[in-house]
């Protein structure tokens, strides 16, 4: 691309850079594409307190409580002695979440305190010494797969439990140790990756830390050794970090890792940042406003319709993004009802109108108040959000685009006026669905114009 050659000689040489400066194209990365919608497991031992701890109620983010409370390590494994999910049925949350409509699953193998879903051969803080014993991440791996949903891992690296880890390295000794530990870290994921070989994705947390980005080669290396043991593997940005201590991007501005993991409980503005459409990203939102884990009372703050749920997700995919909204299961194994209506209520639209999600990609059509655009080859979809008070939606094509027939997903037709070149109103239909709903636009295209304003849009 001529952008890429112009800049080629202001490159800066690096040695743990991006590996590569356009999307991949490979079919694992086209399936973590088409995918678009995923859901987010946080599920762990702070999920027994949910948020309280000694009669005190907390705020913050649940699963992040043993730093709140400022509880010791000793004290908070003691938690694993009531580590005991008894109403936890994986074919159960597999089955949940199909309903919902995701297509693949986000499952925190070990979050920032350092507990193990599965039977972790290096530490002693894993599911196999509490009552429950069973390995939970294989026992979801296999429902979930058997359901058709791909299985993600969440991995944190920053880990509160392990006696090695160093957020600052400022003694020899602290080097000794995080040497240590990006070892103990290694075989972790080794681990992993060859006991749940059918994993699609790792997706890294708790990199942010100085220890780390001055360990850059260990980024680049932990991306190469996954990739070599998982064939098709996707690996997210936050991962990574280059030799100048730069995370996501590189100091030539290159995404590293495969996807842009930065968007988390926001997202990008759908025309400021349209710069977005170039790499591949994921999103992730939390219901409440800052809840992964568990927490018991969720009057503390403000709780997403699904509405707004459907969208984020409607909102990612017409940027082309994917969208992964997160679950945090009781201790017991029971999802909270909010949680349930919310997979419930997601799960019935995109039923209906799953079409204008699922293998979607950004349009390219400049963006009108009454909702998104998303594209699926030839078909342009309108995801009507916002009805207008004349009853007429109003679409601006690509130059030399024609509309030819406005389609309802159930086949009925909108009338289409119109307006000009380039611009039409599309006619609500004469029920209003009273819902979001979508509208196929079946177009033609004057292939010279097109293939200019493409040129244009790089
Ligand atoms: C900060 C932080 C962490 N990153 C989110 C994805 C949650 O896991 C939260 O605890």
Same mark, same amino acid.
């Given at each position: 691309?001529? @952008?890429?050659?112009?800049? /080629?000689?202001?490159?800066?040489?690096?040695?743990? $850079?991006?590996?590569?400066?356009?999307?991949?194209?490979?079919?694992?990365?086209?399936?973590?594409?088409?995918?678009?919608?995923?859901?987010?497991?946080?599920?762990?031992?702070?999920? %027994?307190?949910?948020?309280?701890?000694?009669?005190?109620?907390?705020?913050?983010?649940?699963?992040?409580?043993?730093?709140?409370?400022?509880?010791?390590?000793?004290?908070?494994?003691?938690?694993?002695?009531?580590?005991?999910?008894?109403?936890?049925?994986?074919?159960?949350?597999?089955?949940?979440?199909?309903?919902?409509?995701?297509? !693949?699953?986000?499952?925190?193998?070990?979050?920032?305190?350092?507990?193990?879903?599965?039977?972790?051969?290096?530490?002693?803080?894993?599911? /196999?010494?509490?009552?429950?014993?069973?390995?939970?991440?294989?026992?979801?791996?296999?429902?979930?797969?058997?359901?058709?949903?791909?299985?993600?891992? !969440?991995?944190?690296?920053?880990?509160?439990?392990?006696?090695?880890?160093?957020?600052?390295?400022?003694?020899?000794?602290?080097?000794? /140790?995080?040497?240590?530990?990006?070892?103990?870290?290694?075989?972790?994921?080794?681990?992993?990756?060859?006991? !749940?070989?059918?994993?699609?994705?790792?997706?890294?947390?708790?990199?942010?830390?100085?220890?780390?980005?001055?360990?850059? &080669?260990?980024?680049?290396?932990?991306?190469?050794?996954?990739?070599?043991?998982?064939?098709?593997?996707?690996?997210?940005?936050?991962?990574?970090?280059?030799?100048?201590?730069?995370?996501?991007?590189?100091?030539?501005?290159?995404?590293?890792?495969?996807?842009?993991?930065?968007?988390?409980?926001?997202?990008?503005?759908?025309?400021? +940042?349209?710069?977005?459409?170039?790499?591949? &990203?994921? /999103?992730?939102?939390?219901?409440?406003?800052?809840?992964?884990?568990?927490?018991?009372?969720?009057?503390?703050?403000?709780?997403?319709?699904?509405?707004?749920?459907?969208?984020?997700?409607?909102?990612?995919?017409?940027?082309?993004?994917?969208?992964?909204?997160?679950?945090?299961?009781?201790?017991?194994?029971?999802?909270?009802?909010?949680?349930?209506?919310?997979?419930?209520?997601?799960?019935?639209?995109?039923?209906?109108?799953?079409?204008?999600?699922? *293998?979607?990609?950004?349009?390219?059509?400049?963006?009108?108040?009454? $909702?998104?655009?998303?594209?699926?080859?030839?078909?342009?979809?309108?995801?009507?959000?916002?009805?207008? !008070?004349?009853?007429?939606?109003?679409?601006?094509? @690509?130059? *030399?685009?024609? %509309?030819?027939?406005?389609? @309802?997903?159930?086949?009925?037709?909108?009338?289409?006026?119109? @307006? *000009?070149?380039?611009?039409?109103?599309?006619?609500?239909?004469? +029920?209003?669905?009273?819902?979001?709903?979508?509208?196929?636009?079946?177009?033609?295209?004057?292939?010279?114009?097109?293939?200019?304003?493409?040129?244009?849009?790089?």
């Amino acid at each position: 691309m001529i @952008l890429f050659a112009q800049s /080629a000689k202001n490159r800066i040489p690096l040695k743990y $850079g991006a590996i590569r400066l356009e999307k991949r194209q490979d079919e694992a990365m086209k399936r973590f594409r088409r995918n678009r919608l995923g859901a987010f497991i946080h599920w762990g031992l702070y999920s %027994i307190p949910g948020g309280e701890w000694k009669g005190k109620m907390y705020m913050g983010a649940a699963e992040w409580l043993k730093e709140w409370a400022k509880v010791s390590s000793n004290e908070w494994m003691s938690l694993m002695e009531q580590w005991n999910p008894t109403d936890f049925n994986a074919m159960q949350w597999a089955k949940m979440l199909k309903e919902m409509g995701v297509k !693949y699953v986000k499952i925190t193998t070990k979050h920032h305190e350092g507990f193990c879903l599965w039977p972790s051969k290096y530490t002693k803080y894993t599911v /196999a010494n509490t009552p429950y014993r069973k390995d939970l991440l294989g026992a979801m791996v296999k429902a979930f797969n058997e359901e058709g949903i791909d299985v993600h891992f !969440y991995f944190s690296v920053m880990d509160w439990s392990h006696p090695d880890w160093r957020s600052t390295i400022k003694t020899k000794e602290d080097s000794v /140790a995080f040497v240590r530990f990006l070892k103990f870290t290694d075989n972790q994921l080794r681990e992993l990756a060859t006991s !749940y070989p059918t994993v699609k994705d790792f997706w890294f947390d708790g990199t942010w830390d100085s220890s780390v980005k001055e360990n850059a &080669w260990w980024t680049a290396h932990v991306e190469q050794m996954l990739k070599e043991l998982v064939p098709g593997v996707t690996v997210n940005s936050r991962l990574r970090a280059d030799e100048y201590g730069r995370r996501h991007f590189d100091s030539n501005g290159q995404l590293m890792g495969d996807y842009e993991s930065g968007y988390e409980r926001r997202l990008p503005d759908p025309v400021k +940042d349209l710069k977005v459409i170039r790499w591949d &990203w994921e /999103a992730c939102m939390t219901l409440p406003e800052n809840q992964w884990g568990y927490h018991k009372d969720w009057s503390l703050s403000y709780v997403k319709t699904p509405l707004e749920v459907i969208e984020h997700i409607v909102h990612a995919v017409s940027m082309g993004g994917n969208m992964v909204v997160n679950f945090g299961p009781c201790a017991d194994g029971n999802f909270r009802n909010e949680e349930k209506i919310m997979m419930e209520s997601v799960g019935a639209w995109m039923k209906k109108y799953g079409k204008c999600v699922y *293998g979607c990609d950004y349009a390219g059509w400049q963006k009108q108040n009454w $909702g998104y655009y998303t594209k699926n080859e030839k078909d342009i979809y309108m995801v009507v959000f916002n009805v207008p !008070y004349s009853g007429l939606l109003l679409v601006k094509t @690509l130059k *030399g685009v024609e %509309i030819e027939k406005a389609i @309802l997903l159930n086949g009925d037709e909108l009338k289409i006026i119109e @307006l *000009g070149r380039e611009a039409y109103h599309v006619k609500m239909p004469d +029920d209003d669905p009273g819902e979001p709903f979508v509208i196929k636009l079946v177009v033609k295209e004057k292939k010279e114009t097109v293939d200019k304003y493409r040129d244009a849009l790089i």
